[in-house]
């Protein structure tokens, strides 16, 4: 009688712990507080989580990496002059501490931009969506930058300075002499076209939003806005490697914006559809010129 019962006991309790596996493997990602987006525990994936880590006298990060992809901290000298122009130029909408509040509207209007890491701030202000022209637009395009990118990087230093710790991912450097053009290519594909569509043209979006076009970006903010999601393009941090992330940088830069075209006419880079257009178009309208001439003569 005693043995069956253990045994029965062995047996309830071993189908409890079954049944329980996932309750908690459910509640445990409930607990988020912690949860940082710009951080990820995946090993060369845009954070101090790298190969390569240096850091200056007081400890903190300057430089980090590998061989594919570079993140360096704007250096703190350029505090001084990255305040004045933040306060000339995006203060009346952020606030004097860009935390978002600004001296005349609703608290709250505008983002808050500490913490965000210098990659994201140089990222708006030096590919010319910031400052904003127009702030009633639904989504800022992409313009002529009204700062060169030594400024854009002063302000990145000096919200960066506003952290009480430093915000990542860095302003990036990629290393496309080791990256794979081919697996680029796929990444691509399954990452990127479903907006920016396969030819990296951009498309329209819900809402009045759009992915923008890939034609004319340099390499560092392709990784930027890989990194820091700008606008309504998710975050890729800890999903994507750095390599994978040069892999498509590589892609975007050369086949995207650099186009090989045998047949001698890129055609708007739309693929097989126009392309069997003009052909239908010129092939038909030949054939046609022909048998007229023929029904002429005869």
């Given amino acids: ?57 007081s400890g903190v990060v300057i430089k980090y990496g590998n061989k594919y992809i570079t993140y360096t901290s ?39 931009l500490v913490g965000l890491g210098p990659a994201t701030i140089d990222f708006w202000v030096d590919s010319g969506r910031m400052p904003d022209k127009d702030t009633a637009a639904v989504e800022a395009s992409r313009r002529q930058p009204a700062l060169t990118p030594a400024q854009a990087e002063a302000v990145a230093a000096w919200v960066n300075s506003l952290s009480p710790s430093p915000g990542y991912p860095d302003i990036p450097t ?38 923008p076009s890939l034609r004319h970006i340099p390499a560092f903010q392709v990784v930027e806005a890989i990194r820091t999601g700008p606008g309504n ?31 001698g006419f890129g055609l708007g880079g739309l693929g097989p559809v126009a392309e069997g257009f003009v052909g239908l178009l010129l092939g038909v309208g030949f054939l046609v010129l022909i048998c007229y001439w023929i029904g002429d003569r005869s």
């Fill in 1 to 57: 009688m005693t043995s069956t019962f253990l045994r029965r006991a062995v047996l309830l309790a071993a189908i409890g712990l079954f049944a329980a596996g996932p309750v908690v493997l459910f509640m445990g990602p409930a607990n988020a507080s912690n949860y940082n987006p710009s951080q990820t525990t995946r090993k060369n994936a845009g954070t101090p989580n790298s190969s390569i880590v240096v850091k200056n006298s």
């Fill in 74 to 112: 704007p250096p703190s000298k350029l505090d001084k002059l990255g305040q004045a122009l933040f306060m000339e130029n995006c203060a009346s909408c952020h606030g004097a501490q860009a935390n978002g509040f600004p001296a005349s509207g609703a608290a709250g209007a505008y983002p808050d």
């Fill in 233 to 263: 393009m998710p975050r890729f941090t800890g999903n994507l490697s750095d390599q994978q992330v040069d892999d498509i940088v590589k892609y975007v830069t050369t086949e995207i914006q650099h186009p090989e075209n045998p047949g």
């Fill in 174 to 211: 990629p290393h496309l002499n080791r990256a794979n053009e081919a697996s680029g290519a796929a990444l691509f594909a399954l990452n990127c076209a479903a907006c920016h569509t396969i030819e990296g043209d951009g498309d329209a979006l819900a809402y009045s939003t759009f992915a």
